[in-house]
């Protein structure tokens, strides 16, 4: 299984993956899940979820079609961020239905979620289904989960607004992916995390976190040590002594 | 869908369970899954996820036997714990494969959670699956939660450990619950809570908290509020102005 963040705030777009793959309880192995370009005009992060073989094939495609010049559509060539959703959506369909196999029976599919910025318009966040088609988040709740989504979800609802700054949503994506961690064995470190500020046209800051890291422990740290001081704070029930 | 709770400290057990009960997203409604029973020299509390027919015949063939002077085994009659959670299995069975049903297409069955004590006896919480047999926590995370789980997990799994006091164990048990309110239409209040401490053979505190409840929106609220100041106080990443 897996876990992915997106979160879109007015300063910025923070994405976030962990690397646990598992074929069979007994077969885990560790895979970036995250492919980033920021070249040019622009700054394009994908995760994934699903069929590893699927996720893969995905990205060596886009790889494959920046460096063919005779290709009609790459990443460069995508005038708006709906047609990267879309052309990642057709890699997606092309990938996950081969002819000859059965896919009925195994599943294929795999989900992403396609952020960044094209030079002159705005930041775009969207979420690309096995069937190749694509969502934005809601401007109530900015954000997209996919994979084992839903041990993370109740802090993200309780932070995420579209008014949260780039560094709370930040501490907010880790401590979800933290909490899943925690409570989910299909999800695993590293984590690939990647901040991307609104007109920079570049990555402002891509780290991939172990737990001992300095940046991921401190948050997961204070984080445990806070909600202690929030339980030691909290009015007692008439039945305590 | 349903959520519940049980937890096992030093000092007592605490049991929560939710009201939405669904037959298609279209066909909600509100039902007690919790049954209580505090008579004599025990105090036997359960609660239910799952098939509502089960569950509800479950729970009145318990109550038939208790008034049922010919009947051999009733909550009264049983020894010990093992022996509430094995009548409460066989009573699961029994109702969960009624004879001319196909229950291969059809679900029919339920899981409980069955806490409290027998005078003279430790304090006990079993897990009660559809197929009769059951379980204890681990001591290392003396909790069991059924339905739907995840969402409220994580909190349980930072602050519940074999040392927490009753009163951090009941807002923790609050909080868990209000985290899958927020983060899943199918789980829904009132929430019907219990607090038994050990040894006093009657329930210490029960229950029938609404949203806007002061006990239960006090702990939800100042919650709320003590997250964000964690995020107030937490270190800032390099990349932040």
């Not at 005009?41 to 079609?65: C, F, P, W």
């Not at 708006?80 to 239905?97: E, W």
Request: hydrophobic fraction near 35%; include cysteine; charge should be neutral.
């Amino acid at each position: 299984m897996t876990y992915c963040i997106g979160i879109k705030t007015k300063e910025g777009i923070i994405v976030a993956s962990d690397s646990r793959t598992n074929a069979g309880f007994d077969n885990v192995n560790i895979y970036s899940k995250m492919f980033t370009y920021d070249v040019g005009d622009r700054t394009i992060i994908i995760v994934t979820s699903g069929n590893l073989g699927t996720s893969q094939a995905v990205y060596k495609s886009i790889e494959k079609d920046l460096n063919d010049k005779n290709v009609i559509k790459n990443l460069n060539t995508c005038e708006d961020f709906d047609q990267v959703a879309k052309y990642v959506g057709g890699l997606n369909i092309k990938h996950s239905s081969p002819k000859g196999i059965n896919t009925d029976t195994v599943l294929l599919g795999s989900t992403f979620i396609v952020g960044g910025q094209i030079k002159g318009q705005p930041m775009e966040l969207f979420l690309v289904y096995p069937q190749g088609n694509y969502i934005k988040p809601a401007d109530s709740k900015p954000y997209l989960v996919i994979g084992e989504v839903k041990y993370g979800k109740p802090i993200l609802d309780r932070v995420i607004t579209p008014d949260v700054s780039i560094g709370d949503a930040s501490r907010c994506a880790l401590i979800s992916m933290d909490s899943t961690l925690k409570s989910d064995l299909t999800v695993g470190p590293p984590i690939d995390f990647v901040v991307y500020k609104k007109d920079e046209l570049k990555i402002t800051s891509q780290k991939c976190l172990n737990l001992n890291d300095k940046e991921f422990s401190k948050v997961s740290g204070e984080w445990s040590e806070g909600i202690l001081k929030i339980f030691n704070s909290f009015p007692r029930f008439d039945w305590e002594k």
